[in-house]
């Protein structure tokens, strides 16, 4: 009769035992065996806190013995109890009738039975192998980090491997795997097969394996990390397991040389394999020499740089014990690792520790780390960087590092007058540290003081990257060892023929494609060069969104072209603007067809204009135009105005036409400073505004006004002073929309993290209709300074002082304060006068700011009361900002006036 194996599954539990008439106990005590039997066969009530801590001896007594957690004693077929203590694993025990208990043996089955009844060795932690049935075969059951299966009276007894037996089964269930994670490469464990030797026909395969050569590692040591068995051991090794042991060693990052050599003895004896390894320099002290720019705590972290997933200083010990409490009672539960680690113990190595160096062996060698250290300044900037290193055998490293000092500077694509100029622009010194970055800024410097040049593309993709090296090492019969820099040649670039009409696309492609600075850049040796070229023609699009009171939606473009001379003589710049209003929303001028058809026409600007470097003239030109234009340009931007023209019917601007030339020569000396003369004829026209209102909101309102002007031909001649500090040497100069009261420079940016000043000064003199109709002559002085000052980081102060006014002067010049930037919190141009004076002050912190409007106007040699308006801001960056304003005067209310721009007008 047969006696089939229990398959009960406790998965890492023990929950039954046997009563002395063959019955199974109920009890369940959660991964703890808590009962033995005494002699009489009675049940002990004994807890031992989770484990089996009693066995039984052969004259049938309890053994006392307490294995903290683990059942470390079995019963031999003889009787005896074995002594192997296997770590925290309930092994098995023997009941009064010789069968096994099935108790759990928490995550590991230690030992099994062999079919002659002795009890195995074999330790497999976290695995419960196979059990045998009476027929003899192995049960297929796998337990789970359980031991799921006991015995009954039959005794079976689990399968033990045949060679190297307490080894084999853990080495073939570990990866082999001990590269870095962060290296790539195919993986060759498919490709590469098992050493096989053959002679005359007798298989030679080594069994055992020898290690020579060890210093600093002891023999012992090198075996136990890369698993193999003792040198004492009897054990023979498969050809797969000794191809997986050299592939540890190989990969270990220990060894500069690893041999393999088999020594073949007379049968019966198995071949040898003997592995003479060469250990990697051992460190002990680190110096290092010539730095410049560089911390020496740079050079070491990268030098001594473990791999990414190295163990930390918890996570090195091979095993570890926990305490546990289940159901109120408390156990002890110890995990040893079945594998190798992937990594040698931290003791091994040399290493950095809280910036102080452990002595040990250089994982990976030092020309390794030397290379891993060359290639992280080289990435980092330093393109011309070499190192240079001396290991002693008493342990000391003398590490020298050249940063790359930079030895010529050559300018390729231009003519040599040009050249010259360059050098000059590039401010790169040879003798100095050479950094990828001082090379882009040297481009960008050059663009802006030579914006008639661009960077010039380069064929070899290859010369634009970090210059590649190797580490050379040389020995001295001391035993000393040298390493050097060895710069490797660049791959020369493939030429591949194409046809004609390839070429000409790929031609017209590169025409508008932009160059970065570092694309223009290359190294040749230690020289640097830079590759220019004349620019290309400029042609940029903008779209105007135009939406007024007087005109509806008027959508349209503005265009300009620019063209570069590449002897620096003379750049011509053509530039121009077009807006159609078009009928939407059934607009018109009540009772006035005519007037209707007159506002509705196409709104054209054109000009064109020199620029001569070489007598400081920025611009010289003229420009002829029939459109809608304002004067408020400097209140609000234009998308803001048509914004919310087009939302809330509230442009906060007043329109007129006007038509006519003007020409204007401005000079630019010291980046700083402008000087201009304008002259202007033209012709004034009223607008009136549409109705009704075609916006969005509040379209059932009255239209926005739009006060008449004084119509009629003047002429006038405008001189002009500015100044601005922090303008990029190439910022453009001029206006496609020129008033006296905006600045010529382009402004940029939203906030300077650095002082900065600008500055306008314009006097326009003219005649004109004057109110009794005759013509007279006017003037009109307009100054506007502003201030910022950063007190941190992200937060500083600006001022502004404006001040304006004249004599005479026609109605569309007059001077009006009220109205968003000119005296906020109050209504559009509220107080109207001759002469205003503005001054504004704002505090920024952070996306948070404050500000206050303090204004007045003079009417009729009378100045009214200075008017103050207080509010906040929300700084959104890019000079997007969301305001609040109230005005403080009488007619103040707790309801501000609120507005989201998207563009600064000073």
């Known amino acids: 009769m047969s006696t089939p194996v229990t398959p009960d599954d406790t998965r890492g539990t023990q929950t039954q035992g046997r009563r002395e008439d063959g019955s199974v106990t109920p009890?369940?005590?959660?991964?703890?065996?808590?009962?033995?039997?005494?002699?009489?066969?009675?049940?002990?009530?004994?807890?031992?806190?989770?484990?089996?801590?009693?066995?039984?001896?052969?004259?049938?007594?309890?053994?006392?013995?307490?294995?903290?957690?683990?059942?470390?004693?079995?019963?031999?077929?003889?009787?005896?109890?074995?002594?192997?203590?296997?770590?925290?694993?309930?092994?098995?025990?023997?009941?009064?009738?010789?069968?096994?208990?099935?108790?759990?043996?928490?995550?590991?089955?230690?030992?099994?039975?062999?079919?002659?009844?002795?009890?195995?060795?074999?330790?497999?932690?976290?695995?419960?192998?196979?059990?045998?049935?009476?027929?003899?075969?192995?049960?297929?059951?796998?337990?789970?980090?359980?031991?799921?299966?006991?015995?009954?009276?039959?005794?079976?007894?689990?399968?033990?491997?045949?060679?190297?037996?307490?080894?084999?089964?853990?080495?073939?269930?570990?990866?082999?795997?001990?590269?870095?994670?962060?290296?790539?490469?195919?993986?060759?464990?498919?490709?590469?097969?098992?050493?096989?030797?053959?002679?005359?026909?007798?298989?030679?395969?080594?069994?055992?394996?020898?290690?020579h050569g060890l210093r600093w590692l002891t023999e012992a040591q090198v075996r136990t990390y890369i698993g193999a068995p003792p040198s004492d051991s009897q054990a023979l090794l498969s050809g797969g397991e000794v191809h997986q042991l050299l592939r540890r060693l190989a990969r270990s990052g220990l060894f500069a040389r690893v041999e393999p050599r088999v020594r073949v003895a007379e049968a019966p004896h198995p071949a040898v394999l003997e592995v003479h390894l060469e250990e990697n320099p051992v460190v002990t002290a680190v110096e290092v020499e010539g730095l410049q720019d560089l911390q020496s705590s740079e050079i070491l972290d990268e030098l001594l740089r473990l791999p990414h997933r190295f163990p930390t200083e918890d996570e090195d010990d091979e095993s570890f014990t926990a305490t546990l409490r289940v159901d109120s009672r408390r156990g002890t539960l110890s995990i040893v690792r079945p594998c190798p680690p992937r990594y040698p113990p931290r003791d091994w190595v040399a290493r950095l520790e809280r910036d102080t160096l452990r002595p040990g062996i250089l994982l990976g060698g030092v020309a390794h780390g030397l290379e891993r250290t060359l290639k992280r300044l080289r990435d980092d900037g330093y393109m011309l960087a070499s190192l240079s290193a001396v290991w002693s055998p008493d342990g000391k490293l003398v590490v020298t590092v050249d940063e790359g000092r930079l030895e010529a500077v050559e300018v390729r694509g231009v003519d040599a007058d040009i050249a010259a100029r360059v050098q000059d622009a590039l401010d790169l010194k040879p003798g100095t540290v050479f950094l990828r970055s001082d090379a882009r800024r040297a481009v960008q410097r050059l663009e802006s003081r030579l914006p008639f040049l661009e960077p010039a593309d380069v064929d070899d993709d290859e010369a634009t990257r970090p210059p590649r090296a190797r580490i050379i090492e040389t020995r001295e019969p001391?035993?000393?060892?040298?390493?050097?820099?060895?710069?490797?040649?660049?791959?020369?670039?493939?030429?591949?023929?194409?046809?004609?009409?390839?070429?000409?696309?790929?031609?017209?492609?590169?025409?508008?494609?932009?160059?970065?600075?570092?694309?223009?850049?290359?190294?040749?040796?230690?020289?640097?060069?830079?590759?220019?070229?004349?620019?290309?023609?400029?042609?940029?699009?903008?779209?105007?969104?135009?939406?007024?009171?007087?005109?509806?939606?008027?959508?349209?473009?503005?265009?300009?072209?620019?063209?570069?001379?590449?002897?620096?003589?003379?750049?011509?710049?053509?530039?121009?603007?077009?807006?159609?209003?078009?009928?939407?929303?059934?607009?018109?001028?009540?009772?006035?067809?005519?007037?209707?058809?007159?506002?509705?026409?196409?709104?054209?600007?054109?000009?064109?204009?020199?620029?001569?470097?070489?007598?400081?003239?920025?611009?010289?030109?003229?420009?002829?135009?029939?459109?809608?234009?304002?004067?408020?340009?400097?209140?609000?931007?234009?998308?803001?105005?048509?914004?919310?023209?087009?939302?809330?019917?509230?442009?906060?601007?007043?329109?007129?036409?006007?038509?006519g030339l003007t020409a204007f020569a401005t000079w630019r000396w010291a980046e700083d400073f402008l000087a201009g003369v304008e002259y202007r004829t033209d012709r004034y026209e009223s607008m009136r505004s549409f109705t009704p209102p075609f916006s969005l909101f509040r379209n059932d309102s009255a239209p926005f006004t739009n006060s008449p002007v004084t119509e009629g031909r003047f002429d006038s001649v405008v001189v002009r002073m500015e100044y601005a500090s922090n303008v990029p040497a190439a910022a453009s100069v001029g206006s496609l929309f020129r008033t006296p009261e905006t600045s010529l420079f382009d402004r940029e940016g939203d906030w300077e993290h650095r002082a900065s000043l600008r500055g306008l000064l314009t006097l326009e003199v003219g005649t004109g209709p004057g109110s009794e109709g005759a013509d007279t002559r006017f003037w009109k002085l307009v100054s506007d300074i502003a201030l910022e000052v950063p007190t941190g980081w992200d937060s500083g102060v600006s001022l502004r002082v404006r001040s304006a006014g004249g004599s005479r002067l026609p109605e569309q010049k007059r001077e009006a304060l009220g109205g968003w930037t000119a005296l906020r919190g109050y209504g559009f141009k509220e107080y109207r006068g001759d002469v205003s004076v503005l001054t504004t002050a704002e505090y920024r912190w952070s996306a948070l700011g404050v500000f206050a409007d303090l204004g007045t106007v003079r009417t009729d040699a009378a100045w009214t009361d200075a008017r103050l308006g207080l509010g906040a801001s929300l700084l959104l960056g890019d000079s997007v900002r969301f305001d609040v304003a109230w005005r403080t005067d009488e007619r103040a209310t707790a309801t501000p006036e609120a507005r989201l721009l998207f563009q600064r007008t000073f």
């Open 27 to 211: 009890d369940d005590t959660r991964g703890t065996q808590t009962q033995g039997r005494r002699e009489d066969g009675s049940v002990t009530p004994d807890d031992t806190r989770g484990t089996q801590t009693q066995g039984r001896r052969e004259d049938g007594s309890v053994t006392p013995d307490d294995t903290r957690g683990t059942q470390t004693q079995g019963r031999r077929e003889d009787g005896s109890v074995t002594p192997d203590d296997t770590r925290g694993t309930q092994t098995q025990g023997r009941r009064e009738d010789g069968s096994v208990t099935p108790d759990d043996a928490r995550s590991a089955q230690p030992q099994g039975r062999r079919e002659d009844g002795s009890v195995t060795p074999d330790g497999t932690p976290g695995t419960q192998t196979q059990g045998r049935r009476e027929d003899g075969s192995v049960t297929p059951d796998d337990a789970r980090s359980a031991q799921p299966q006991g015995r009954r009276e039959d005794a079976a007894a689990t399968a033990a491997p045949t060679r190297a037996e307490p080894h084999k089964a853990q080495r073939s269930a570990c990866p082999d795997d001990f590269e870095d994670a962060e290296e790539e490469g195919p993986d060759d464990s498919g490709v590469l097969s098992p050493l096989q030797l053959t002679v005359d026909g007798r298989l030679l395969t080594p069994g055992r394996i020898e290690l």
């Open 478 to 659: 001391d035993g000393t060892r040298a390493y050097h820099t060895q710069e490797l040649p660049r791959e020369k670039p493939r030429h591949r023929e194409r046809v004609e009409f390839e070429v000409n696309w790929k031609q017209f492609a590169d025409w508008w494609d932009d160059v970065s600075a570092s694309e223009s850049i290359t190294l040749e040796g230690k020289k640097l060069v830079v590759h220019l070229r004349p620019r290309r023609p400029d042609f940029d699009v903008d779209l105007l969104p135009m939406h007024t009171q007087v005109t509806g939606f008027s959508p349209g473009l503005a265009g300009r072209l620019r063209l570069w001379d590449a002897k620096d003589r003379a750049h011509a710049t053509v530039d121009a603007a077009l807006t159609i209003p078009l009928r939407w929303g059934g607009q018109s001028l009540p009772d006035d067809p005519e007037g209707t058809q007159r506002q509705r026409r196409v709104n054209m600007l054109g000009g064109a204009k020199l620029q001569v470097p070489k007598v400081g003239l920025a611009e010289l030109g003229a420009q002829v135009y029939d459109f809608t234009d304002t004067l408020d340009r400097w209140r609000m931007g234009d998308i803001d105005s048509s914004l919310y023209s087009a939302l809330i019917n509230r442009p906060d601007r007043e329109y007129f036409r006007r038509k």
